[in-house]
């Protein structure tokens, strides 16, 4: 005689809760995957601009339609000017070394400048839109540190020399 105990056989509750369990961790991998993605996909939006050198905005009329683009160049010395006390600026960006005459791009900009932006070593990047009036109009400025630094000796040496 067999005993098989009181509880009756069932094959259907042994399997229910490993198929529960399945189907929780298969839904939960994909609620996580595509959270995941998202915030990868949403934090990266800036690096879908268009990054150009003054020289390839000044050749290129059809980004100068008003879209949201970086162009990258150096100070144009003396361009810099500000109405007043207020924090108006404008100025020109060359691909040049700022000194020498090339092609050149009028920017305007509200707020405050970055330390480095009167480095004449140091590269700016304007994130912004060029307006109808023929001026690029930057809502960021960004300031590439130089690639090579000079102490203050190379520097008067040079000047001297």
């Known amino acids: 005689m067999i005993d098989r105990g009181l509880e009756p056989f069932d094959p259907l509750d042994d399997e229910a809760p490993a198929r529960s369990n399945r189907t929780r961790f298969l839904v939960l991998s994909a609620?996580?995957?595509?959270?995941?993605?998202?915030?990868?996909?949403?934090?990266?939006?800036?690096?879908?601009l268009y990054f150009l050198t003054v020289s390839e905005f000044n050749s290129k009329t059809?980004?100068?339609?008003?879209?949201?683009?970086?162009?990258?160049?150096?100070?144009?010395?003396?361009?810099?000017?500000?109405?007043?006390?207020?924090?108006q600026s404008s100025f020109?960006?060359?691909?040049?070394?700022?000194?020498?005459?090339?092609?050149?791009?009028?920017?305007?900009?509200?707020?405050?400048?970055?330390?480095?932006?009167?480095?004449?070593?140091?590269?700016?990047i304007l994130e912004g839109s060029y307006g109808a009036?023929?001026?690029?109009?930057?809502?960021?400025?960004l300031v590439k540190c130089p690639s090579k630094y000079r102490d203050l000796e190379d520097e008067?040496?040079?000047?001297s020399g």
């Open 92 to 124: 020109r960006i060359t691909d040049n070394d700022g000194n020498s005459p090339g092609a050149t791009l009028q920017a305007s900009y509200t707020g405050v400048l970055p330390d480095l932006f009167f480095n004449p070593h140091s590269e700016l």
């Open 62 to 87: 059809e980004v100068q339609d008003g879209r949201l683009l970086r162009v990258s160049g150096k100070l144009v010395e003396g361009t810099f000017g500000r109405e007043g006390n207020s924090i």
């Open 31 to 48: 609620v996580i995957i595509l959270a995941l993605g998202y915030m990868i996909y949403a934090a990266f939006p800036g690096n879908a």
């Open 156 to 159: 008067l040496d040079s000047a």
């Open 133 to 141: 009036n023929q001026v690029f109009h930057a809502d960021n400025i």
